[in-house]
Structures are given as structure tokens and as C-alpha cells.
Nanobody, 115 residues
Framework: QVQLVESGGGLVQAGGSLRLSCAAS????????IGWYCQAPGKQREFVAS???????KYADSVKGRFTISRDNANNKVYLQMTSLKPEDTASYYC?????????WGKGTLVTVST
């Protein structure tokens, strides 16, 4: 079992920055990939960024050059540094870890970007 808890969301003006954190616990050694997804009101959940055990990263086109994903293996944490935020980035952001052939999800943290 893997537990994921997100933090760091909040209200920020357009052009600002936020850093989201995801704390993993449980069988963290079993996590193959871990990443971030976002879901805006009335929309489907979308992929944002991911990082695998070797440190390889992937990003959605919409966030390339603005968001950076990183992981602190010693402390079982994953971060999403968000810069140049836009109102369309407003969403709940979820941490997801792939382990034991399934995806584990946190409960999300809300990011609101004002104009």
C-alpha cells in the first residue's frame, strides 16, 4: 500500500509561482513512477508531469518550460515547482504513484490563479 498527501496549493496571481509537495508513505520503494495530474471544474483529470525511479521526467505540452517536477528520495517527497502561472492552470492538483500494477492517488490540493 502507498499513501500520498499533497500540500502547497493556494491562491496566486497570474505570473506568480507555487511549489506543490507530495509526501509518500507506506511501501514507497515499490513506486515506479510518480507524477501530478490536474482537474479543473467540469473537466476531466489531465496529466501534468511525472518522474520515474531513474529521474526521467515527462511534461504536458501546456506546462513545458513553466513547471518542474523533482523528487527527494531520502524523504519520500515529490515536488512540482510551478512558475509563470496562468488562470487556466486553476485546478485541483493530484499526486499519483504507480506501484503494484495500479495507480495510487492523493486527495488533491487546490490551486487558484487570479487575473
Amino acid at each position: 500500500q502507498v499513501q500520498l498527501v499533497e500540500s502547497g496549493g493556494g491562491l496566486v496571481q497570474a505570473g506568480g509561482s507555487l511549489r506543490l509537495s507530495c509526501a509518500a508513505s507506506g511501501s514507497t520503494f515499490s513506486i515506479i513512477n510518480i507524477g501530478w495530474y490536474c482537474q479543473a471544474p467540469g473537466k476531466q483529470r489531465e496529466f501534468v508531469a511525472s518522474i520515474d525511479a531513474g529521474g526521467w521526467t515527462k511534461y504536458a505540452d501546456s506546462v513545458k518550460g513553466r513547471f518542474t517536477i523533482s523528487r527527494d528520495n531520502a524523504n519520500n517527497k515529490v515536488y512540482l515547482q510551478m512558475t509563470s502561472l496562468k488562470p487556466e492552470d486553476t485546478a485541483s492538483y493530484y499526486c499519483s504513484g504507480e506501484a503494484y500494477g495500479r495507480n495510487y492517488w492523493g486527495k488533491g490540493t487546490l490551486v487558484t490563479v487570479s487575473t
